[in-house]
């Protein structure tokens, strides 16, 4: 079973800061999705990606296949950016609970105006 | 186009009741997961359907839980005898395969009193 670990586990910073926040895995991956969960509880998807780099807006995603190791940045935060940040990895399916996410716990960003 | 869909979108129960949690994934996907999320807990995989093939029932955590989908369409959770460990929130996503990004829809809180 995958161990999905994240961090930091909760981040305050002001607007218009720079945001990382990691996600390492310790098992091999065909996919990482990169989720975003708002008060309420919906979730989106903001990235999969399985190797490389994507960007979209303010959000960029990087993966490191070989550290086993993601990082999700935020450029210039807006305190609409608050929300919880869930790392997911996907195995390569056959079952076994290979087929569904394994998530992280996530990250509780809030940014302050 | 229409995203998923859950319904109901709250549910209260008695303890020892059987609740049926509904779920329409978006059209033409031919993947469906249903995840559960227990309150301040992250997000813990259930059940996965694809196509025509057998699901992938290895998150269920009880033979008291058990999920059906008909085809490519509508797919029903059904925990029997519920308890109050089952309190969480249930989330369904749909996807085009195994290689996609997830949709998830807009959860159903359980409730069991």
């Known amino acids: 079973k995958n161990e999905v670990e994240q961090s930091p586990q909760n981040l305050t910073a002001q607007e218009g800061e720079f945001i990382t926040i990691n996600c390492s895995y310790s098992?091999?991956?065909?996919?990482l999705h990169w989720l975003q969960q708002h008060p309420g509880g919906g979730i989106v998807s903001l990235f999969m990606?399985?190797?490389g780099k994507k960007k979209h807006g303010r959000l960029i995603a990087t993966i490191n296949i070989q550290e086993k190791h993601s990082s999700l940045h935020i450029t210039a935060s807006h305190p609409r950016d608050s929300a919880v940040y869930i790392c997911a990895v996907k195995g390569y399916g056959s079952g076994g609970g290979a087929d569904g996410l394994t998530f992280g716990k996530g990250t509780h960003l809030i940014i302050q105006p | 186009g229409a995203g998923v869909s859950q319904s109901p979108s709250n549910k209260v129960t008695e303890k020892g009741k059987d609740v049926e949690l509904r779920c329409d994934p978006i059209s033409g996907h031919t993947a469906l997961y249903w995840y559960r999320q227990r309150l301040g807990q992250g997000l813990e995989f259930l059940i996965y359907?694809?196509?025509?093939?057998?699901?992938?029932k290895s998150g269920l955590p009880s033979d008291r839980f058990s999920a059906e989908r008909t085809g490519e369409s509508v797919s029903t959770l059904t925990i029997q005898r519920t308890q109050q460990e089952d309190s969480a929130v249930y989330l369904c996503?749909?996807?085009?395969?195994?290689?996609?990004?997830?949709?998830f829809g807009p959860g159903t809180r359980l409730t069991v009193t």
């Open positions: 098992v091999g991956i065909s996919a």
């Open positions: 996503a749909s996807t085009e395969g195994f290689h996609y990004e997830q949709y």
């Open positions: 359907f694809q196509g025509n093939s057998a699901p992938d």
């Open positions: 990606l399985s190797s």
